[in-house]
């Protein structure tokens, strides 16, 4: 074994060992004052194995990352949730659809599905005390909003009725981090043979393999969001076209984020020079098969519940700050400009992003163009919750841009911000992390002058 494996995989094993102890013993939302110093642990690991990784030889690496990968999921898999209760509501969209009702159709504490209330998801004879334990309409819940119909989408609830169909009875919260961990090994396999397909440096995959985001959020706290960045990299790994269209449509019927990889798909569709009628043909078929797939989805959602598939989405967004006006979000953009602009200058710079990837995007790489445009979002938005990151992991995986995953980690040192109650510190986080995203792009663009001018030279 070499030097430099040899150090890989002691750290590779160390970050295995943080994640473990962090889920175990590292605090929860209800008791954060450690979080932090074990999240940072974990990410001055991950970034020290991922650099070294680079120079392991690429069969070497590839086992590193396909067992190391394997290693974190399992460590995550080792306690509950710790640092958010999604999962609960899941569970019981997966309940409810089993028992032939539409999840849309009412709140968890509604009269109407009492029946299926059990003690796990409804504990009863207990103060309600815990950070994952609700009120509502009286009753002690472990779901969260236990009020307000359920927000996602009709994939992310056929997901759940899935994972419901094949959990055994009594099996709590494992099947659902078990189905996260399938799901985040699932990727790792899809990258490595994307990279595979297209000659690529297989050690990118460890970006998303040992990134610490996926392991807590994917796999213990079990968020979905990981099977939108699944369908998304199955997506843009194939080529443009129909096929593109529709994964990319059954993304954004997980999780509406993975919308943001649209202008990526269409990577130079508007560029100069292209005949009009392939830049038609080209847009339509990616374009009519997603929009094609998100409309299928919903259909018998939409005839079992009418209107109201819409669920608590206009509620979630008055509730996280997205309304005009509003400065929940957009820390960055506040530094300069009035509260009451920040949330059209953010779109206006999602909406430059995209169209300077549909003029100027690379068509045989368009996770750049889809990295580019997601990223710039979260950075002007500025959200809270680290697992909204788990996409643009992805997309640094599948194109090497590192500099990206700051994001990923300003998300999470904001949600643990949050739960410590510090306030005004959402330029603190996302400002590092906008830096370090300036700062890669120009060290890229330096180095490939210093390609073209010893090209010319030679």
Not at 158 to 183: D, E, M, N, T
Request: with cysteine; glycine share 10%; charged share 15%.
């Amino acid at each position: 074994m070499g030097v430099r494996t040899l150090c890989a995989t002691t750290l590779l094993a160390a970050l295995t060992a943080v994640v473990a102890l962090t889920v175990r013993t590292g605090g929860d939302l209800g008791r954060p004052d450690a979080l932090l110093c074990w999240y940072a642990a974990a990410w001055v690991l991950f970034a020290g194995a991922a650099w070294t990784v680079r120079r392991v030889p690429v069969r070497t690496a590839v086992v590193l990352i396909l067992v190391g990968g394997t290693a974190l999921c399992v460590a995550a898999l080792s306690a509950p949730p710790r640092t958010s209760d999604d999962m609960y509501r899941y569970a019981w969209d997966g309940r409810v659809q089993a028992a032939g009702v539409s999840p849309y159709a009412y709140p968890p504490d509604a009269t109407q599905l009492a029946r299926l209330r059990d003690p796990w998801l409804f504990p009863a004879g207990t103060a309600c005390r815990e950070w994952d334990l609700h009120t509502g309409a009286g009753v002690c819940t472990r779901i969260n909003r236990p009020s307000e119909r359920t927000i996602y989408p009709p994939v992310a609830e056929g997901w759940f009725l899935l994972v419901h169909a094949v959990s055994p009875a009594g099996g709590r919260h494992k099947p659902l981090q078990i189905a996260g961990a399938v799901l985040a090994v699932a990727t790792t396999v899809a990258l490595l043979l994307m990279q595979r397909r297209r000659s690529g440096d297989a050690r990118r995959v460890a970006l998303w393999a040992w990134c610490p985001a996926v392991p807590f959020a994917a796999v213990n706290d079990a968020h979905v969001d990981t099977l939108g960045a699944l369908l998304t990299v199955a997506a843009l790994g194939t080529a443009a076209g129909a096929r593109r269209g529709a994964l990319l449509g059954a993304a954004i019927a997980v999780k509406l984020l993975p919308v943001l990889a649209l202008p990526g798909a269409l990577s130079g569709v508007l560029a100069p020079g292209r005949s009009p009628r392939a830049r038609l043909r080209e847009a339509a078929s990616v374009l009519l098969a997603a929009v094609g797939v998100v409309a299928l989805t919903y259909l018998p959602y939409l005839l079992a519940s009418g209107s109201a598939v819409v669920g608590y989405l206009p509620g979630y967004l008055r509730e996280e700050g997205y309304e005009p006006g509003a400065v929940g979000r957009f820390a960055l953009l506040r530094l300069v400009l009035p509260d009451a602009w920040a949330g059209p200058a953010a779109a206006a710079l999602v909406a430059l992003s995209a169209w300077y990837v549909l003029r100027r995007g690379d068509p045989k790489r368009p996770w750049h163009g889809s990295l580019l445009v997601t990223g710039t979002a979260l950075l002007v938005i500025s959200p809270a919750y680290f697992w909204y990151a788990l996409l643009v992991v992805a997309l640094v995986a599948m194109g090497g841009r590192w500099e990206w995953l700051a994001v990923a980690a300003a998300g999470t040192a904001l949600y643990v911000a949050d739960a410590l109650h510090w306030h005004g510190v959402q330029a603190a986080a996302y400002g590092p992390a906008a830096a370090a995203v300036l700062a890669g792009a120009l060290l890229r663009a330096r180095a490939r002058a210093g390609k073209d001018r010893r090209r010319d030279g030679a």
